[in-house]
């Protein structure tokens, strides 16, 4: 019997995890997120399946991005009837994206009829009614339980300190004979909120992400950077406008304008949150005291309220995300989505790339053929919302904020392995990060390094019949 490895997603690309599991006559599916960036990739996420949906036994998902949960409905539209098993965490933060992301499926699909698409009849990937279906398919598993599927098999959750409930999965085979570690998205040390990634001691297979493979995140000093944003759109009176990833990085943003007003080195400035779901996932993050660092817990215990700093408003209805555009700055404006393609934070963009007093920050990584990665790259005009917009706003990028570790916070996770994984599998990175990260994998530990192309499927290891 052969247990294989097979990879249909966010192989040689950032977004669309998907891998398949194969185990004697069981079937599971690690993660099952959408493709994002330019058109080819988005129109992926229509394609069928290369599996048949109705033969997965269960669905592990390791957070509630929607790179890694976003194409779940399409799968149980296509047949699946099993479990999908995730933290506490995970399913809170999944209540609030998947019927977001149908609200906004429909909303593009209604853009496209009208205003006319190459399709004959947009449909979108999935409704919000398709969304809330889903959830009910979606049990939650704490950390450090293992979960036995059968015959000294199991499955465990560790922390991944990529967002709230973030988790990679360690599977077991043959009473832990032979282990297989999906990582999942690694996150960063001493980032603000959340716990850190935990140490992992072994692993005869990994899969792990490479993202940032092939650099490092400039050391900055975020209170600094936030405070000199800040003091530049005192002086010139203009809008900060942040494309936020609604869950992680607004959260993330927040604990630190806190942190600046506890240490009086914050301007008197509006802060909105324009974003529903950011909204709702900023109470779950405050909610989630499971998952609290040690900084975290001090704040709360104290009384506290560090996801709220003062001048906070919370724009939850559209009236009110439409009244923002009427004031004038000084003004921070905190929407999704986090790099542009979508969402409210276009409208704001609209009406306010053309003034050189505008900054526009963007807090984490940019796919290929976002607007996000157009702006970061200096394009000097872009369309937004169908018009196109002259840009002479400021652009910058908080790179102390991304979720993702560099290329020396992956090597300090992996320093924790005792022996080398017999095998490495890179996913989640564009191929120049993927090349360089296994190019120092190889050269600086001997490590064993597979980069899998999109359905690849490898053999991890053999059971012989008894």
């Not at 102390?400 to 022996?419: G, V, Y």
């Not at 890179?426 to 993927?434: F, I, K, N, R, T």
């Amino acid at each position: 019997m052969t247990t294989s490895l097979g990879f249909f997603g966010a192989a040689r690309t950032v977004t669309g995890s998907c891998h398949l599991l194969r185990h004697g006559d069981r079937q599971i599916l690690v993660d099952c997120g959408i493709f994002q960036g330019s058109r080819a990739l988005r129109d992926q996420n229509y394609d069928d399946f290369p599996f048949d949906p109705r033969e997965i036994d269960f669905v592990v998902a390791t957070h509630a991005h929607q790179d890694h949960i976003g194409r779940i409905p399409r799968l149980i539209q296509h047949g699946f009837q099993g479990k999908v098993f995730a933290t506490r965490a995970t399913i809170g933060l999944a209540k609030v994206a998947l019927p977001d992301a149908g609200r906004l499926q429909e909303e593009e699909a209604r853009r496209a009829r009208k205003h006319g698409s190459r399709h004959a009849d947009p449909q979108p990937l999935f409704t919000e009614e398709d969304a809330y279906a889903a959830l009910q398919f979606f049990e939650p598993m704490p950390y450090h339980q293992p979960h036995s599927f059968g015959n000294g098999d199991w499955f465990e959750f560790f922390h991944a300190g990529h967002i709230l409930g973030s988790a990679f999965a360690s599977f077991g085979f043959n009473a832990g004979e032979h282990t297989l570690l999906m990582g999942g998205d690694l996150g960063r040390y001493d980032s603000p909120i959340i716990r850190d990634p935990e140490p992992i001691r072994r692993a005869d297979s990994l899969v792990i992400e490479s993202t940032y493979g092939d650099r490092l995140h400039p050391a900055e000093d975020i209170l600094a950077r936030l405070e000199e944003i800040l003091r530049q759109s005192m002086q010139t009176g203009g809008a900060v406008i942040v494309p936020s990833f609604s869950i992680g990085r607004t959260q993330e943003l927040l604990y630190h304008l806190w942190e600046l007003q506890e240490a009086g080195r914050m301007p008197r400035i509006p802060i909105y949150v324009d974003s529903p779901m950011a909204i709702s996932a900023t109470q779950l993050y405050a909610q989630s005291k499971e998952e609290h660092d040690e900084d975290m817990q001090a704040a709360i215990a104290a009384g506290n309220r560090a996801l709220e700093p003062g001048g906070i408003i919370f724009a939850r209805d559209r009236e009110t995300s439409k009244a923002i555009n009427r004031h004038e700055g000084p003004i921070v404006i905190i929407a999704g989505s986090g790099m542009a393609n979508g969402g409210r934070v276009q409208h704001h963009l609209l009406h306010r790339l053309g003034r050189p007093e505008t900054q526009v920050v963007f807090t984490g990584y940019q796919a290929q053929g976002t607007l996000g990665r157009d702006l970061l790259e200096g394009a000097e005009r872009v369309r937004v919302v169908g018009q196109e917009v002259a840009v002479r706003a400021s652009v910058t990028r908080l790179q102390s904020l991304s979720a993702h570790a560099d290329q020396n916070e992956i090597l300090r996770w992996l320093s924790h392995f005792e022996t080398p994984p017999k095998t490495t599998y890179l996913v989640h990175g564009e191929p120049d990060a993927q090349d360089a990260l296994q190019r120092k994998l190889q050269q600086e530990l001997g490590w064993n390094v597979v980069i899998p192309d999109h359905g690849d499927v490898y053999a991890l290891f053999r059971e012989e019949a008894a």
